[in-house]
């Protein structure tokens, strides 16, 4: 997969060069590269060119991440214009009506892109460019009808220019002039003005000119006019038509004159051919060079027709997702239905056959609930253990016998010489009532002998002293 390389398409009247870029290191690498001749004669259709793109990206096997379209100078217009504001968003704002009175153009049949070329004390310098609404639509809509939407549309200017910015390290202690020619075009970049962005003429030239003459005067124009500068220290000329000589036009502009080629920019996995302008490639590179990099893209798309292709596949994929999870929850509740199904039934059985169970260890007892059943058979079973360890006889604490040695072990726990008489036991299901006496003051360590008792508690005492012995009545619970 060749995800991480894109898609450079350079547009112009007569032709389309694509190419398949990647990065490489500080420069960019073409893969693969072809061109495909548009329709002639007529206006600017590209109907057709757009499916053999198509075409030819499926017969070649290439596999792309985005798209991104460099347009012809002949396609746009470019101007620098002054903007009261200084902000990048005021600028935004104001640009279209700024625009549609310099270049007398209808700013809603019009895309317009721009950048801010120098700033100053009363505003910016923005370099505008403006391409008819209709060359913008049809392209996408070529595009896009053959699945290859673009991400951006840029002038070819920028493109070129992002492809030559990767060698001026290269010169940065130089004030360096660029200079691409050919037969049909011409592109001068300039030295950035401070704190600006190096500004770029493109222009249409004739094959019957003088390159040479050509070259010397418009590079002269350039250092001259006001987004120029006036100490350029070399000139770098790449010369595709091979008909400037460089001895002379160093001569003529009394500033150094140097080649050089397309291999300094990019970086070709191809045989060198003749069927492919090696202009147009460096074009189509630097349009692929906006996706492969962190840059600023100077777009039509944003004013007229916004990408919406990301954001398309965005939102399907969270639809996509939003589906899966809406299935997987109805899945998991499902599941968990049947769960609490099925536990429900094993409970079910469970409790009944518990319950039957119940009324035959417990007979008489009334089955309120698992939990208090399950209460009274752990009381239970504790009282069968004291039973069967010799603490309790086998009716249990509550029976009259176990009362009655409660009782007699707390009356033989009382020291020997009180002497205690009982003369009446009453014993009832809750209480003991004791009718007695003892000897003087001996009521007391009776009272205290049942308090100590660990099964006994007195619940109401009284005494009266007569015939020199304590006469009482105490009535005992059980704790």
């Not at 270049?103 to 895309?111: E, H, I, R």
């Not at 010397?216 to 091979?242: C, F, H, M, P, W």
């Not at 996995?269 to 996706?291: T, Y």
């Not at 079910?348 to 698992?370: D, T």
Request: aromatic share 6%.
């Amino acid at each position: 997969m060749e995800q991480n390389k894109h898609l450079g398409i350079y547009i112009a009247p007569d032709k389309a060069t694509v190419v398949l870029a990647g990065k490489t290191g500080s420069g960019v690498e073409i893969a693969q590269q072809f061109s495909i001749a548009l329709p002639a004669g007529g206006p600017f259709s590209f109907a057709q060119t757009a499916a053999d793109i198509a075409s030819a990206c499926q017969e070649k096997q290439i596999v792309f991440g985005d798209i991104a379209v460099a347009l012809d100078c002949k396609l746009y217009r470019q101007q620098l214009l002054h903007s009261e504001f200084t902000e990048y968003r005021q600028i935004a704002q104001t640009i279209k009506f700024d625009a549609e009175e310099a270049l007398a153009v209808n700013a809603a049949d019009t895309a317009i892109a721009f950048e801010p070329a120098s700033k100053g004390l009363s505003g910016t310098e923005v370099s505008v460019f403006a391409v008819g609404a209709s060359v913008v639509s049809a392209i996408i809509t070529a595009m896009a009808a053959n699945k290859l939407d673009p991400v951006s549309i840029e002038p070819d200017s920028i493109c070129l220019r992002r492809i030559i910015e990767q060698i001026t390290e290269q010169n940065e202690d130089l004030k360096v002039m660029w200079m691409v020619l050919s037969e049909k075009k011409c592109f001068i970049v300039s030295p950035p003005l401070a704190g600006g962005k190096a500004q770029i003429r493109a222009f249409v030239t004739a094959e019957s000119q003088n390159k040479t003459n050509l070259a010397a005067r418009e590079i002269v124009l350039t250092t001259a006019s006001a987004a120029g500068n006036k100490d350029i220290q070399k000139v770098l000329i790449y010369d595709s038509t091979g008909k400037v000589d460089i001895a002379e036009l160093s001569r003529d502009i009394s500033v150094p004159v140097e080649p050089f080629g397309t291999e300094q920019v990019i970086t070709s996995l191809l045989a060198p051919s003749s069927e492919v302008d090696n202009l147009d490639v460096m074009i189509a590179a630097g349009a692929a060079a906006g996706l492969l990099t962190k840059c600023e893209r100077i777009d039509f798309r944003p004013d007229f027709m916004p990408y919406q292709g990301k954001k398309e596949i965005l939102e399907k994929g969270i639809k996509m997702l939003s589906f899966c999870l809406l299935l997987l929850f109805v899945v998991v509740g499902v599941y968990l239905h049947m769960q609490y199904y099925k536990t429900s039934s094993y409970r079910n059985k469970l409790n009944e056959k518990f319950k039957a169970e119940y009324s035959i260890a417990m007979p008489g007892a009334k089955f309120v609930s698992s939990r208090d059943a399950a209460g009274k058979l752990k009381r239970e079973i504790n009282k069968i253990k004291d039973v069967r360890s010799g603490l309790l006889s086998a009716a249990g604490d509550d029976s009259v016998e176990a009362k009655l040695t409660f009782l007699f072990e707390a009356v033989n726990s009382v020291p020997k010489n009180i002497d205690v008489d009982i003369e009446k036991i009453a014993v009832t299901t809750k209480t003991m009532t004791i009718t007695g006496s003892t000897s003087s003051q001996g009521h007391l360590q009776l009272f205290g002998a049942v308090d100590k008792h660990p099964k006994l508690v007195k619940a109401n005492a009284t005494y009266e002293g007569k015939d020199n012995r304590d006469h009482f009545r105490l009535t005992i619970d059980l704790k």
